[in-house]
């Protein structure tokens, strides 16, 4: 891999080299001199092109086998967790606790209150902690939080139990996007994200299958099948957690696994695409309201609330809406698995494709249309048939869009604590109407729910649809002003260093459409 290759700008498709050049002035061959002065030693000098590809495509497929099989498992038992109730509500959880459809609910949201509220915090956290120390600490307490919620006797006990559960979660997710930005190219970023947030629709899957099977616990230990899927599942994060202090790695500028030549190419890589991700950078107030003055975290905010509301009320209520289809109990737990796998394939595939494209925001907008024309079905169909047509395009509109939106967040903010300050609070905002998705289905409503399918359609229209062609539209735009030179003052008399602290406001940074 030459230089020219090095400090192609991966989503632009151009040479930054070029566009630095306009925008600020650099003369012929001193952007380049600048990027070799910034790089680590090349420990492939002297090399060919093809044994320097050879040595990268290694270098990346080591990448690949270390990081991103044990994230996903992560993630899986995540989402398991947050999501099961539903899962135990089929196995009268309700009845047991003795609690109403509203105090149902209220558990649902209590989750989303706690998880929003420290998300943000939680990529700070992760930094200063280090990510082998950080995410299994948090896998251990909620793990412990889950078997607690097994032996919960009444709605208060279930209501403390999801409130810490919430704050618990809230590091993983915000935090696992964050540490793999810090890893890939913004053009290798978008298909991973894409397998690791996969993950999700495969634990809506198996959740069905794990939930039908636990369930046939009922009565061992005196205790009903929904205490069991969440005893047993609890039990098992707390050993995966124990296992994460060794699975989990550090940021590549202190990862045990990479010699030190594997290092320098790893930085070296991250630096010619233009971040800075890679090293260490001292924490400031100053990156924090660089993320609160910034338009694009309101607007990537919206984006991502249109579609993560919709995942967790899909997430939360499937089980049910199947349910209510005419289905028993364990036929509606294995009816909710080929939505979810269907989700997973379109899921990896919209990211393949973003990647290749660099048009994340025109993959979100023909991926949502899918989640309307379902959610229209949900709301105007009356027969199974069609409803349950309706659950699969709604989850192939939904699940897509969650890791190409966490993606396009990522790939258009730069510096080191700014972006994990605004995947903080996109998530975090996201999250927080997770309190709307648990109570917009409703059980006097049930059983075609045209209320709650119809919020979720809005959402889906206005928020994700409407706001991410508003925002394909607003970059472009800011582009074109890049390209004229009209961002130039933005550069003057600053040097080297002090450019780099622009970040993404570096006039000759090209924002992925």
């Known amino acids: 891999m030459g230089l020219d290759d090095k400090i192609r700008d991966s989503d632009s498709g151009r040479s930054p080299s070029d566009d630095e050049k306009q925008v600020t002035g650099v003369g012929a061959g001193q952007f380049e001199k600048a990027v070799l002065d910034d790089l680590p030693p090349d420990p492939d000098a002297g090399l060919s092109e093809a044994e320097r590809a050879a040595i990268d495509r290694k270098l990346l497929w080591?990448?690949?086998l270390r990081l991103i099989p044990w994230l996903c498992l992560l993630y899986l038992i995540s989402f398991l967790d947050r999501t099961n109730i539903g899962n135990?509500?089929?196995?009268h959880l309700n009845e047991s606790l003795h609690i109403t459809g509203g105090q149902y609910n209220a558990c649902l949201s209590i989750f989303f209150v706690s998880y929003a509220l420290f998300e943000p915090l939680t990529n700070i956290l992760l930094k200063r902690l280090r990510p082998s120390i950080f995410i299994p600490i948090i896998m251990l307490l909620w793990g412990i939080v889950m078997v607690t919620m097994g032996l919960t006797h009444d709605f208060h006990g279930m209501m403390a139990a999801r409130f810490f559960l919430g704050m618990a979660e809230a590091g993983l997710f915000p935090g696992i996007n964050y540490y793999l930005s810090c890893w890939y190219k913004r053009s290798e970023f978008g298909v991973r994200a894409a397998i690791f947030f996969s993950a999700a629709a495969v634990s809506g899957s198996f959740g069905g299958l794990?939930?039908?099977?636990?369930?046939?616990?009922?009565?061992?230990?005196?205790?009903?099948?929904?205490?069991?899927?969440?005893?047993l599942e609890g039990l098992a994060t707390v050993l995966v957690g124990i296992a994460s202090f060794w699975m989990v790695f550090d940021f590549p500028d202190e990862a045990h696994f990479l010699s030190e030549v594997d290092r320098q190419r790893v930085i070296r890589r991250l630096k010619a695409d233009q971040q800075s991700s890679a090293e260490h950078e001292e924490f400031k107030m100053e990156y924090f309201w660089a993320s609160l003055k910034d338009w694009k975290t309101y607007m990537y905010?919206?984006?991502?609330?249109?579609?993560?509301?919709?995942?967790y009320?899909?997430?939360?209520?499937?089980?049910?809406?199947?349910?209510d289809l005419g289905y028993a109990s364990t036929k509606a737990q294995l009816l909710s698995v080929p939505p979810y796998a269907a989700a997973a394939i379109l899921t990896i595939?919209?990211?393949?494709?973003?990647?290749?494209?660099?048009?994340?925001?025109?993959?979100?907008?023909?991926?949502?249309?899918?989640?309307?024309?379902?959610?229209?079905?949900?709301c105007a169909g009356t027969s199974p048939g069609v409803r349950y047509a309706g659950t699969f395009l709604g989850a192939l509109g939904i699940y897509p869009c969650i890791a190409n939106t966490i993606v396009w967040t990522s790939n258009n903010t730069e510096g080191v604590y700014k972006r994990g300050v605004t995947m903080g609070f996109v998530i975090g905002w996201g999250n927080l109407n997770g309190v709307v998705s648990s109570n917009v289905y409703q059980m006097v409503d049930s059983p075609l729910y045209r209320q709650g399918h119809g919020i979720v359609l809005a959402y889906l229209t206005l928020f994700l649809g409407g706001g991410s062609a508003?925002?394909?539209?607003?970059?472009?735009?800011?582009?074109?002003?890049?390209?004229?030179?009209?961002?130039?003052?933005?550069?003057?008399?600053?040097?080297?260093?002090?450019?780099?602290?622009?970040?993404?406001?570096?006039?000759?940074?090209?924002y992925t459409l």
């Open 62 to 64: 080591k990448l690949d």
């Open 88 to 91: 135990a509500k089929l196995d």
């Open 210 to 231: 794990l939930a039908a099977a636990i369930g046939q616990m009922d009565g061992i230990g005196g205790k009903r099948g929904w205490a069991w899927i969440f005893i």
């Open 301 to 311: 905010a919206m984006i991502y609330m249109g579609a993560d509301m919709p995942l």
């Open 313 to 323: 009320a899909f997430s939360l209520f499937l089980p049910s809406i199947i349910k």
């Open 349 to 378: 595939t919209v990211g393949y494709t973003a990647d290749r494209t660099r048009q994340r925001g025109i993959c979100n907008i023909c991926t949502s249309v899918l989640g309307v024309i379902g959610f229209s079905m949900l």
């Open 470 to 510: 508003l925002m394909w539209v607003l970059l472009r735009r800011e582009n074109g002003r890049r390209e004229r030179g009209e961002r130039d003052y933005w550069a003057e008399g600053l040097g080297e260093g002090e450019m780099e602290k622009l970040g993404d406001r570096r006039p000759g940074f090209v």
